[in-house]
C-alpha cells in the first residue's frame, strides 16, 4: 500500500458528534474529503442543517441525526440511526463539548456537573455504545476523542475547573480504552487543539486573543484547516499502530 492510499477513507462511515459547527464540521469536511462517510449529530437542528448544505457544496453528503450526549438514553438512538443508514460506524470522533467559566470558589455544582456529563461522560457512554454495537463484534474499530490543550496544562487566563478536569479525564480515558480495547483491533487516540476561534471561545478570546497568540511559539491561533491534518491522520491507516496517544494541535502553546 503506497502512502497516499494510506490516507484515504473511502467505505468507512464516520460518526463526528458536535459536527454542525466549528472543530466538529471541519473535522467533517477533513474525512468527508478523504472518503468517508459523514454522520454528524449535534443539538440543534437548523445548525446540522446548515453544516448540510456546507458539506453538500464540496461534494460530500452527510447524514445528520439530532441528538443530546449530556443524555445517555438518548445515545442508543444516535448509534442505531448511524448504523441504519450506513450500515455500521468504522470511525467515531466524540467531539461534542462545553465549558463553564467562573473562579473556582465560586464554581456551581450544577455547572460542574454539566460540563462532566458532556465531556467526559458522554464520551464515555458513545465509545462504550458504539463498540458493543460495531466495534467488537466486527474486531474493528477507530476512536478519535477530542480533548483539548487544556488537558495538557493550566492557562492563567482562563478560569474554568470543569473543562481542565473533563478535558484531562478524557485524554486519561483515551488511555484506558485504548489498553482495555486493543486486542479487539479498537485503536483509541486524542487530539488536544489550543484556541480555535469558535462559538464556545469566542466570548474569552475577545479579551485574551493578543497574549494567547503571544504565547504561543508560532504566534498564531488555530485555523479553519489546521485540525483536518490530524484528524485524516488518525482516523486512516495512516496510523494503524498508533494507539492510546495525542496529538496537540496548538501551535507549541502547551510546550512553554
Given amino acids: 500500500m503506497g502512502v497516499r492510499e494510506l490516507f484515504e477513507l473511502k467505505g468507512k462511515v ?3 458528534t458536535g459536527g454542525s459547527r466549528g472543530l466538529g464540521l471541519q473535522i467533517a469536511q477533513g474525512l468527508g474529503e478523504m472518503g468517508a462517510r459523514i454522520a454528524i449529530s449535534a443539538r440543534k437542528p437548523a445548525e446540522l442543517e446548515d453544516a448540510k448544505s456546507q ?5 460530500i453528503d452527510a447524514l445528520t ?3 443530546d450526549l449530556a443524555k445517555p438514553e438518548q445515545v442508543p438512538g444516535l448509534v442505531e440511526a448511524v448504523v441504519g443508514s450506513y450500515g455500521g460506524i468504522n470511525i467515531l470522533v466524540n467531539n461534542a463539548g462545553t465549558s463553564w467559566g467562573a473562579p473556582a470558589e465560586h464554581y456551581p455544582v450544577d455547572a460542574w456537573n454539566k460540563v462532566m456529563s458532556l465531556n467526559a461522560t458522554g464520551v464515555f457512554v458513545l465509545s462504550q455504545a458504539v463498540a458493543n454495537r460495531c466495534f467488537i ?3 474493528s474499530g477507530n476512536i478519535i476523542i477530542v480533548a ?4 495538557l496544562r493550566i492557562g492563567p487566563q482562563m478560569k474554568a475547573a470543569a473543562y481542565y478536569a473533563s478535558k484531562a479525564a478524557a485524554l486519561h480515558l483515551t488511555r484506558a480504552l485504548a489498553v482495555e480495547w486493543g486486542p479487539y483491533g479498537i485503536r483509541v487516540n486524542a487530539i488536544c487543539p489550543g484556541f480555535f476561534p469558535s462559538k464556545m471561545s469566542g466570548v474569552l478570546l475577545e479579551t485574551i486573543e493578543a497574549s494567547v497568540i503571544q504565547q504561543t511559539p508560532l504566534g498564531r491561533l488555530g485555523g479553519d484547516t489546521d485540525l483536518m491534518g490530524a ?3 488518525l482516523a486512516s491507516d495512516a496510523s494503524r499502530h498508533v494507539t492510546g496517544q495525542y496529538i496537540a494541535v496548538d501551535g507549541g502553546a502547551s510546550i512553554v
Avoid at 483539548?148 to 488537558?151: G, T
Wanted: a positive charge.
Fill in 137 to 139: 463484534p466486527q474486531r
Fill in 14 to 16: 464516520a460518526l463526528i
Fill in 231 to 233: 484528524a485524516v491522520y
Fill in 148 to 151: 483539548s490543550a487544556a488537558a
Fill in 65 to 67: 441525526v439530532v441528538n
Fill in 55 to 59: 458539506l453538500a457544496k464540496q461534494g
